[in-house]
C-alpha cells in the first residue's frame, strides 16, 4: 500500500510534465494540421539549454526557464517563416512536412552532438537531493517544483486560449481558416504565433524535464511519442483532456514497472498509443477542437 | 511460344531492365577491383530496400521512420535459422522475410487504418522500442556482442550476383506496385481512402499487402546484408540512421516515382561513401540538411529535376510533374 501510494504520486508529479510537453504538439497540430516532428528535437534544445545556463552562467532552471522559453517561442516563428509556411497545406502537404520538420530535428541533433559530445548530462541543483515527506512517501522537492510550474504553464495557457482576443483568434482559426481571413483575423500570423507558442512550450518541457532525468541529443525522441499518445489520448486542444491524458500515460507507465521487466517498459508509451488508435481513435472524450 | 507480357508493361521497360542486369552481371569479369565490387554490391542493396520503403512511403504516402526494424528482424532470424536450424541460405532470407512482413503486419495493421500521420509517428515508436527490446533479448541477437555467421570462401564476391537479382526483382515489383490496375487504386488510396473505398478499392486488404511486401523485401534485405558480413549486432541492424538512410534515398530521388529511389540509393551510397566517411560526426546533420533543401526546393527529387530540365528542353512534349506520378 505505501509503495502504492508512492508510485501513485510520482505519476502526478511527471503528469505534469507530460502535459505541458503534450500540448505543445497538440496545439500545433490542432491549428496547422501539421505533426511538428522538431517538437523531439526542441525538447532536447531546451534540455541543453537550462543545463547550459546553469554550467555556464549558474542561472537557476526556474529563472532560465522564462529566457528558454521566449527564445524557443522566436525559433519556433522563424521556423514557420522560413520554412514551413512554404509547404503546401492538407494531405499533399503533410508528408513533406514530416520530412522537413524530421530534417530539421536531425540538424538539431547534430548541432547539439558537436557542441555538447554525446555523453548522457545531468543538471544538478543545490536542492536536487531534497525531499520532502507527504504521508508516508518521500519526495523529491524538485518534482514537486516541476509538477507546480507545469501546472502554471497550464492554467496561463488555458486562460490565454478561452479569454485573451488572441487566443479566441487561435481557436477559430484552429475551426476554420477561412472564415477567419473573411472577418479580417491575420491567418498568417496566427499560424506563426501557434507554431511559437508550441515551440515554447516543448524547450519548456525540455528544460523542466532535464532537471529530472538524464538527457544526450537523442533526447526527445521517447518524449515525441509520449507527447503524440497524449495527445490521441486527450483529444485536440482541451487543457483538461491534454491533463487527463497524461495522467493516465503517467499511471500506466509508473506502475509498469511493477509488472513488465524494466528494458520493456519503453515499448509501454507505443503499446497504449497502439491501444488508443484502435479502441478510441478519436480520442477519450471524443474530437474537439482547442478550447 | 511468344512470352507474352500484360498490357501495363512497356517491353522497352523491360528489356531496359534486363540489358541493365546483363551489364552489371558481366562487369565484374573485366575488373578486379574488390572495392568497386563491394561498393556496387551495397549499392543493390540500398536500391532494393529503397523502392521497398518507397511502396510504403510513396506510393501509400505512409512514411516509415522505423524500417530498420523489420530489417533486424529479418537479418537476426535469418541469421538464426542458419545457425540453429542448418537452413540454406536462401531459404533462410525467405524465412526471416516472411518473419519480419508479419512482425510489420502486427504493428501496422491498426495504425494503418487511421487517416493522418498517425503510422509516421508510431514507426518512430516501433523502430526505438524494436532496437531496446532486441539489444536485450540476447537468446535471440546475442545481445550487444552480435551474431557471427560461419564464414564461407567467397561467398561475399558472390553475393553480388544475388544482390542484382534482389534490385531487379524489387525494381520490377515498383514497376508492377505502379503500373498494374493495383497501382491505380494504390494512387487512389493515398489521395483520398474514403473515396478509394467509396467505389470498391479494398484499401485495408491493399495497404496491409504493400506494408507486407515492403516488410519482406527490407527483411530478406536485412537477411542478406547479414549473409554479407557474417556478422551482425542489434545497435547496427535496427539502427535508427538506417532507417533515416532509406528516408534520405527515397527524398533524393523523388518519393512516390518509380525508379527514382532507386537513383537515390546510387547516390546515397556513393555520398556516405566520399561525403560522410570524411565527417562521421556530421553525418545526421548533412542527412537533415539535405532532407530540409530537398523537401524545400524539389519535392520530387531528382526525378523532379530531371523533368524540369525535359520541360525546358522540349516544352512541346507537355511534361508536367504529375507524370512521375503514373
Known amino acids: ?291 | 511460344m511468344k512470352l507474352q507480357l500484360p498490357p501495363w508493361v512497356r517491353p522497352r521497360a523491360a528489356i531496359g531492365l534486363l540489358a541493365a542486369c546483363v551489364v552489371l552481371a558481366i562487369i565484374p569479369l573485366f575488373h578486379d577491383d574488390v572495392y568497386t565490387h563491394n561498393l556496387l554490391t551495397l549499392t543493390f542493396l540500398g536500391i532494393a530496400a529503397a523502392l521497398a520503403w518507397n511502396w510504403l512511403g510513396g506510393y501509400l504516402g505512409q512514411v516509415s521512420f522505423g524500417h530498420a526494424a523489420m530489417f533486424g528482424v529479418g537479418g537476426f532470424v535469418a541469421a538464426q535459422a542458419q545457425l540453429g536450424l542448418r537452413m540454406p541460405m536462401l531459404l533462410s532470407w525467405v524465412f526471416g522475410g516472411l518473419v519480419a512482413g508479419l512482425f510489420s503486419l502486427i504493428w501496422g495493421h491498426p495504425t494503418l487504418r487511421l487517416r493522418g500521420p498517425y503510422f509516421s509517428i508510431a514507426t518512430i515508436g516501433v523502430g526505438e522500442a524494436t532496437r531496446l527490446v532486441c539489444t536485450y533479448w540476447d537468446w535471440f541477437t546475442g545481445g550487444s556482442s552480435g551474431l557471427s555467421l560461419p564464414m564461407q570462401t567467397n561467398l561475399k564476391y558472390q553475393l553480388y550476383w544475388y544482390g542484382i537479382v534482389l534490385a531487379a526483382l524489387t525494381l520490377a515489383a515498383s514497376y508492377a506496385l505502379r503500373r498494374s490496375p493495383v497501382g491505380l487504386s494504390l494512387l487512389a488510396i493515398k489521395s483520398d481512402v474514403d473515396a478509394a473505398s467509396d467505389v470498391g478499392v479494398g484499401a485495408t486488404r491493399l495497404q496491409d499487402l504493400v506494408l507486407f511486401l515492403s516488410g519482406v523485401t527490407i527483411g530478406i534485405c536485412g537477411a542478406f546484408y547479414a549473409s554479407y558480413f557474417s556478422y551482425i549486432e542489434p545497435g547496427d541492424m535496427f539502427g535508427f540512421d538506417r532507417s533515416i538512410s532509406w528516408v534520405l534515398m527515397g527524398v533524393i530521388g523523388g518519393i512516390g516515382t518509380i525508379f527514382g529511389p532507386a537513383l537515390g540509393a546510387i547516390i546515397f551510397v556513393l555520398l556516405r561513401q566520399y561525403l560522410i566517411a570524411s565527417y562521421p560526426q556530421l553525418y545526421l546533420g548533412l542527412y537533415g540538411l539535405l532532407l530540409v533543401l530537398v523537401i524545400l526546393f524539389e519535392p520530387l527529387g531528382l526525378t523532379g529535376l530531371f523533368l524540369r530540365a525535359v520541360r525546358k528542353a522540349r516544352p512541346d512534349l507537355g511534361v508536367s510533374s504529375a507524370a512521375a506520378e503514373d
Not at chain 1, 63 to 91: D, E, F, K, M, Q
Not at chain 1, 123 to 134: E, K, M, P, Q, W
Not at chain 1, 281 to 288: K, M
Open chain 1, 1 to 291: 500500500m505505501e509503495r502504492f501510494a508512492e508510485l501513485l504520486i510520482a505519476a502526478v508529479l511527471l503528469a505534469g510534465l507530460y502535459a505541458t510537453m503534450a500540448y505543445g504538439l497538440g496545439l500545433i497540430y490542432g491549428v496547422l494540421r501539421i505533426v511538428n516532428l522538431n517538437h523531439g528535437g526542441m525538447i532536447m534544445a531546451g534540455a541543453y539549454a537550462g543545463w547550459y545556463l546553469h554550467a555556464a552562467l549558474g542561472l537557476d532552471p526556474y529563472l532560465s526557464l522564462v529566457l528558454v522559453a521566449g527564445a524557443a517561442y522566436l525559433v519556433g516563428i522563424a521556423t514557420y517563416r522560413v520554412l514551413v509556411r512554404r509547404l503546401p497545406r492538407g494531405p499533399a502537404g503533410g508528408v513533406q512536412s514530416l520530412l522537413l520538420l524530421f530534417g530539421v530535428w536531425l540538424i538539431l541533433r547534430n548541432a547539439a552532438y558537436l557542441l555538447f559530445t554525446g555523453n548522457d548530462q545531468t543538471l544538478r541543483t543545490s536542492y536536487s537531493t531534497l525531499a520532502v515527506g507527504i504521508g508516508s512517501a518521500l519526495v523529491s522537492v524538485n518534482r514537486i517544483a516541476v509538477f507546480g510550474v507545469a501546472i502554471v504553464i497550464l492554467i496561463v495557457l488555458h486562460l490565454l486560449l478561452t479569454r485573451t482576443y488572441v487566443g479566441k483568434a487561435i481557436r477559430a482559426v484552429a475551426q476554420n481558416p477561412d472564415s477567419c481571413t473573411l472577418v479580417g483575423i491575420p491567418v498568417e500570423r496566427i499560424y506563426a504565433l501557434t507554431f511559437g507558442l508550441g515551440t515554447a512550450l516543448a524547450a519548456a518541457a525540455g528544460l523542466l524535464g532535464s532537471t529530472l532525468f538524464p538527457f544526450n541529443p537523442g533526447f526527445g525522441a521517447a518524449e515525441l511519442l509520449k507527447s503524440f499518445v497524449v495527445v490521441v489520448l486527450g483529444g485536440l486542444g482541451s487543457v483538461a483532456g491534454t491533463a487527463i491524458a497524461a495522467l493516465i500515460l503517467a499511471v500506466v507507465e509508473v506502475f509498469a514497472i511493477l509488472v513488465i521487466p524494466a528494458y520493456l517498459t519503453a515499448a509501454v508509451g507505443f503499446v497504449l498509443l497502439v491501444l488508443v488508435l484502435v479502441f478510441r481513435p478519436g480520442g477519450l472524450f471524443g474530437q474537439r477542437v482547442l478550447g
